[in-house]
Every structure is written in structure tokens, then in C-alpha cells.
């Protein structure tokens, strides 16, 4: 695709509801990124791909948080029994080898 | 600790003014430096990456870093209010994974 493709764009979810959020990244890009941006800060990082597996899943903050790339293309990052400080802006990034990562325009998450 | 810190408050420069930005990074072992922009709700966007010590210019753009001092600062010459945003330092500690400052709000008055 032209660029980093992430669904939904907003999503709004009661307290301890389940959510999955999608991201599709740069055609042919190989490694691909979670981040978590919260109000005022920079983002934060949470997982890293390579092809399928996870390289790197030093940064998601508990075990509610889970992220899949089965194929090695599309992504989801799925959160269980959602917290409202779990509220942010998820942003997916991908990269082809160490060249420049590409963000997409980010899931913002709203937990009532 | 992969820490960096932008510690400066909202800059505001009148328009065709330089702003300057700074950062400072508690890796040693980063190899590469970032500046991304970010628009209010939007997504970063990068707008210069450095690896070498010294001075890089790209267009209005100069970015410095001193590995010694674990500084990095970006430069914008003749500031135009489309360069009002916030500006991002990140550092690469490897494969790509970014650790990002808080970011500094740079307002740019006509």
C-alpha cells in the first residue's frame, strides 16, 4: 500500500471490554513496530516484528497486552479487560530492513 | 535505561527567526539519531536522522550531535508557521526500536 495503514482510526470501549486494533504496513516492509503515544509524551515502545516473530516484546506493559503478525504482513495488537489507562494513541510503524520507519496515523483508544 | 530527555518548555519564535532544539540521550551504545515532527494528531513524521558526529544540514534543517556529551539538537532556519508543531527526538537502540523524548512544542508567530 501507499502507506501505514491503521483500523480503526478511533475506538471507544467500556472498562474490562476486549479490543483488537489492526495495522497494515508498507508493502514489502519486514519489520514492524507498536508504539504507544499518551497525551503530552512521545511514544512509547512496545513490540517490534521481524517477518512473524515477535524480535522484541520488552515494551508491552502487562500480559493483557498481546500482539500478532501471523503472515508476516498485517498486524493486530489486541488488549484484554481494557483499563482506562490504557487510553492513547497506538501508533504502528514498519521499516524495511534499518531503513527509515514509516508511522501511521494511529488508533486512538478511548476506555470509558 | 534507553532515556531521553527534551526538556525545554514551548519555544515560540517570530517568523524567519532560527529555533533551536535540544536533547540529550542516556544510551552510549545508540548508534543513530532522529528528529520527527509532529503535527497535532496526526502521526510523527521524520524530518532528519544522524549517525555521525558533527553538523548534518538538510534544506532549513541542521541537525548536531556531540556522542562525548549524549547531545543532539536540530536547527530550523527561517522558521515559517507551518514549522509550528512538536518536534521529537528519538534515539535507535537497535533494530530500529525508537525510544522518543516528550517532545518540544515550537510555535512559530507570523
Known amino acids: 500500500g501507499a502507506g501505514v495503514s491503521q483500523t480503526p482510526s478511533n475506538k471507544v470501549t467500556e472498562k474490562g471490554k476486549y479490543v483488537e486494533l489492526r495495522c497494515d504496513p508498507i508493502s514489502g516492509h519486514t519489520a514492524l513496530y507498536w508504539y504507544r503515544q499518551s497525551l503530552g509524551q512521545g511514544p512509547e515502545f512496545l513490540i517490534y516484528?521481524?517477518?512473524?516473530?515477535?524480535?522484541?516484546d520488552s515494551g508491552l506493559p502487562n500480559d493483557r497486552f498481546f500482539a500478532v503478525r501471523p503472515e508476516g504482513s498485517v498486524s493486530t495488537l489486541k488488549i484484554q479487560r481494557t483499563e482506562r489507562g490504557d487510553s492513547a494513541v497506538y501508533l504502528c510503524a514498519s521499516s524495511y530492513g534499518q531503513s527509515e520507519a514509516f508511522f501511521g496515523q494511529g488508533t486512538r483508544l478511548t476506555v470509558v | 535505561q534507553k532515556e531521553v530527555e527534551q526538556n525545554s518548555g514551548p519555544l515560540s519564535v517570530p517568523e524567519g527567526a532560527i529555533a533551536s532544539l535540544n536533547c540529550t540521550y542516556s544510551d552510549r551504545g545508540s548508534q543513530s539519531f532522529f528528529w520527527y515532527r509532529q503535527y497535532s494528531g496526526k502521526s510523527p513524521e521524520l524530518i532528519m536522522f544522524i549517525y555521525s558526529n558533527g553538523d548534518k544540514e538538510d534544506g532549513r534543517f541542521t541537525a548536531q550531535l556531540n556522542k562525548a556529551s549524549q547531545y543532539v539538537s536540530l536547527l530550523i532556519r527561517d522558521s515559517q508557521p507551518s514549522d509550528s508543531a512538536t518536534y521529537l527526538c528519538a534515539s535507535n537502540y537497535g533494530n530500529n526500536r525508537l525510544a522518543f523524548g516528550k517532545g518540544n512544542q515550537v510555535v512559530v508567530i507570523p
Open positions: 516484528f521481524q517477518g512473524t516473530g515477535a524480535a522484541d
